[in-house]
Nanobody, 127 residues
Framework: EVQLQASGGGLVQPGGSLRLSCAASGSTFDDYAIAWFRQAPGKEREAVSCISSRSRNDHVTYADFAKGRFTIARDNSKRTVDLQLTRLKPEDTAVYYC??????????????????WGQGTLVTVSS
């Protein structure tokens, strides 16, 4: 089992940047694929990006809206997965969650692949 703690959210102006971090404790971090999801007010939770386990060479996947603006990276020595958000838009406003699952290659297609979730961090993009 792994425990996750998300941090780094805040208020940023349109066009600005933020770095979110997901810190893990507990079980062997290298074995887990990590995903970031977000949930905007009144909307369904959606997948943002994910990074596969170390055995899958940290393969990454992005939702279409995240490509070219967001970057996911993991540091297995620090047991963290960061999500760098750039060129932020008001529609990126949401609570961002990190999640973990022992699935090898990560997927954005299923929330149930990730049984472990952090508590969420709020990103607000507004002028």
């Amino acid at each position: 089992e792994v425990q996750l703690q998300a941090s780094g959210g805040g208020l940023v102006q349109p066009g600005g940047s933020l770095r979110l971090s997901c810190a893990a404790s507990g079980s062997t971090f290298d074995d887990y694929a990590i995903a970031w999801f977000r949930q905007a007010p009144g909307k369904e939770r959606e997948a943002v990006s994910c990074i596969s386990s170390r055995s899958r060479n940290d393969h990454v996947t992005y939702a279409d809206f995240a490509k070219g603006r967001f970057t996911i990276a993991r540091d297995n020595s620090k047991r963290t997965v960061d999500l760098q958000l750039t060129r932020l838009k008001p529609e990126d406003t949401a609570v961002y969650y990190c999640a973990a699952g022992q699935i090898g290659f990560c997927t954005l297609g299923s929330r149930t692949a990730y049984p472990y979730w952090g508590q969420g961090t709020l990103v607000t993009v507004s002028s």
